[in-house]
């Protein structure tokens, strides 16, 4: 009840957050953090909410499991009437209390009566109660089906605990990807508006030129072409921001309903958001990785199976005693050592090939699984290792492009000092800021990539999910 009270608090300070924006000039923006945006994922998608009936339904299946132990009350009435005359009457009650073991605690009452009835099933009027024990001396003594399904309802806790944790690792993924993605289309859009602003620049300073005899119309005409240029630039991105920022909004709920962005809303700048930093690659350790230990649950459960397919070769010898009570006119029961029910029952399979057959597959079904095992951690360290090496590559890159950024500013500063004195040209101006505005665009995109890379590394890792609790 608190942890819903407490969603429901942050749902509405998020909703309140997400529509101020409607209540500013539509020049105002308000930046939506990559944390709070993945605090809201991973506390209303329907994702995150889904992996939280995995462990529901494990406790089902674990509930279901322990059924197998409970005692339980069987009961039987029969009676024959004819002419007249009361041929017999039986009543038959147990209680059975099953334990793991091959064993059943059996408490009996019976209370029978006709002048049909078999003599050994005859009783006085009070009726005759017992107490024993079934036990089953070779096969299902250690292992049977209640105890395997008990482990089994274990290893599917355990599996369900690794399903979960990759269904938010994943959802997590998929939900930076999105962000990363919008955040890389609106820095392209501030980069496409500086590029206007400055074609603009450039077209008011030729038409000035022009009207005081210093240039040509050609240079005004494509100076308008640079600028119109710069718009369809802007206009194509505008069309990949929408998608992108839609994208993000799938991922965006509360209470079960889809919540949408107000126009004004934007990402961080590229670089304000910062995952944790890559752990040391030789510490890398997958034995504890969901992935790996679905395999090790699976092989597991595989293996339980072969024990009770196992077990299903031994013969079956099961033995039954009961202490017989009978009832005095006390009405207690009173027991004599010479009052008892007792006997074997046995069987013996003669070939068993169906059980040996199918003890076979279950063999080859735990070596695939193994191998499977081995290779997907061999997939997952060797994704870790190249996005670990691309983390290096890339964080030089962004270094080197931030120089190249810096160069191609102060080159397209000075080229705009030589048009301003008549010594350059819009054509040579136009390819000083071309160049720039590329420095500025792949400068975004390495870093985009760089955390692109590091996000990948972390969950591949499967440390995503705890780098944000």
Excluded: C
């Amino acid at each position: 009840m608190a942890d819903h009270l407490v969603n429901i608090k942050y749902g509405i300070l998020f909703l309140l957050y997400l529509s101020a924006v409607g209540l500013q000039a539509q020049t105002d923006t308000t930046q939506l953090s990559y944390e709070e945006y993945l605090n809201n994922v991973l506390r209303f998608h329907p994702l995150s909410q889904k992996s939280d009936l995995l462990q529901a339904r494990a406790a089902a299946r674990l509930l279901g499991a322990r059924g197998l132990i409970d005692p339980y009350l069987e009961g039987s009435w029969d009676e024959k009437n004819f002419d007249e005359k009361l041929y017999y009457r039986q009543y038959r009650g147990r209680l059975v209390f099953p334990t793991r073991m091959g064993v059943n605690i059996i408490g009996g009452y019976e209370n029978t009566d006709g002048i049909f009835l078999n003599p050994e099933d005859k009783t006085d009027d009070l009726g005759l109660w017992s107490l024993g024990l079934e036990v089953d001396l070779i096969q299902g003594l250690i292992n049977n089906e209640r105890k395997i399904a008990l482990e089994r309802a274990d290893v599917f806790r355990q599996l369900t605990e690794n399903e979960q944790q990759l269904v938010l690792n994943e959802l997590i993924f998929e939900a930076s990807t999105a962000y990363f993605n919008w955040q890389l289309f609106y820095e392209y859009q501030l980069i496409y508006l500086q590029n206007i602003a400055i074609s603009e620049d450039y077209l008011e300073a030729t038409r000035s030129s022009f009207e005081n005899g210093e240039k040509t119309a050609m240079d005004t005409l494509e100076a308008f072409t640079l600028l119109q240029e710069a718009i369809t630039l802007l206009q194509k991105n505008e069309y990949d921001l929408v998608k992108a920022r839609q994208n993000v909004e799938n991922y965006l709920w509360f209470e079960n309903v889809p919540v949408l962005l107000q126009p004004a809303t934007v990402p961080l700048r590229s670089e304000d958001p910062n995952l944790d930093p890559l752990q040391n690659i030789d510490s890398l350790d997958l034995s504890n990785h969901p992935a790996i230990l679905q395999y090790a649950n699976k092989i597991k459960t595989a293996e339980l199976d072969q024990v009770l397919k196992r077990e299903k070769l031994k013969p079956k010898l099961k033995a039954k005693y009961n202490a017989l009570l009978a009832t005095r006119e006390d009405i207690v029961p009173t027991f004599e050592s010479s009052n008892y029910k007792w006997g074997l029952s046995l069987e013996l399979p003669i070939r068993q090939r169906s059980d040996r057959a199918s003890i076979q597959e279950g063999v080859i079904k735990v070596s695939e699984l193994s191998l499977d095992m081995s290779n997907k951690e061999n997939t997952l360290r060797n994704k870790i290792e190249s996005r670990w090496i691309q983390q290096g590559v890339l964080s030089d890159q962004v270094d080197l492009f931030n120089q190249y950024v810096n160069n191609a500013q102060l080159l397209l500063e000075g080229e705009r000092e030589k048009f301003q004195f008549g010594e350059s040209s819009v054509f040579l101006l136009n390819k000083r800021q071309e160049k720039y505005v590329q420095a500025q665009l792949k400068l975004v995109e390495t870093i985009t990539k760089m955390k692109m890379t590091q996000l990948e590394y972390l969950f591949f890792s499967n440390d995503l999910l705890d780098s944000f609790n």
